[in-house]
Nanobody, 114 residues
Framework: QVQLVESGGGLVQAGGSLRLSCTAS????????MRWYRQAPGKQRESVAT???????NYEDSVKGRFTISRDNAKNTVYLQMNSLKPEDTAVYYC????????WGQGTQVTVSS
């Protein structure tokens, strides 16, 4: 049974940093493409960053140069390092498999104050 658990969110001032974690159980993150998403109040869920099985990465334009996606295969965990945070980054952040989407976790709230 696949489970995804996100953590690491919080309240931070603009310009600050956070590192989000997404730990998977029941399926390996190392051989699958993983993606971080976010959903702001009143908006649709959007893609933020992707890490492919080979290790290459891709980012949504608004976070390029500020966010970094990575993974620790031994911990079966995907990370999102977020630097230079802006108020518009405020959202609930989720991760999931890109192919064969698993059940969504509870997400982790990121709030950036101006």
């Amino acid at each position: 049974q696949v489970q995804l658990v996100e953590s690491g969110g919080g309240l931070v001032q603009a310009g600050g940093s956070l590192r989000l974690s997404c730990t998977a159980s029941g399926r390996s993150v190392s051989i699958n493409t993983m993606r971080w998403y976010r959903q702001a109040p009143g908006k649709q869920r959007e893609s933020v960053a992707t890490i492919y099985s080979a290790g290459s990465t891709n980012y949504e334009d608004s976070v390029k140069g500020r966010f970094t996606i990575s993974r620790d295969n031994a911990k079966n965990t995907v990370y999102l390092q977020m630097n230079s945070l802006k108020p518009e980054d405020t959202a609930v952040y989720y991760c999931n498999f890109v192919i064969g989407v698993g059940p969504w976790g509870q997400g982790t709230q990121v709030t950036v104050s101006s």
